[in-house]
């Protein structure tokens, strides 16, 4: 496969995961379709990186779409779990003494979307 084949698939995948990231808070059958794409995006990108240096240069516009659409889809996730943590603080309040932060720890401290001040 070519480098900007690679690179293109790489995109798509990123666009599908950011659609599939979107719709996992509605239905939970796409978090089974969210799983499927980030194997696919691990196995293209270990070809990817297999490449060198100079294959890929020639793409830059590529390589901004990729960063662009990594940064999109990351912040959409980090903000599903605040969401999922937010409403699970409102419906069991105190029996939830632990949530996850942005960057993946485990909290105690409760300011959730439903106690913030207007």
Known sequence: ?????????????LEQENRSLIES?????ISQQLLD???KKE?????????????????????????????RNRSLAINNIEFVNDILDAIYSKDLPQKYTKEGKISTTKEGFFRKKA
Do not use: A, G, N, Y
């Open 1 to 13: 496969m070519k480098t900007e084949e690679l690179l293109q698939e790489f995109i798509e995948l």
């Open 25 to 29: 808070i509605k239905e939970k059958e």
């Open 37 to 39: 794409i980030v194997e």
């Open 43 to 71: 196995k293209l990108l270990q070809k990817i990186l297999s490449l060198h240096k100079e294959d890929v240069e020639p793409f830059k516009d590529k390589l901004r779409q990729i960063d662009e659409w990594s940064e």
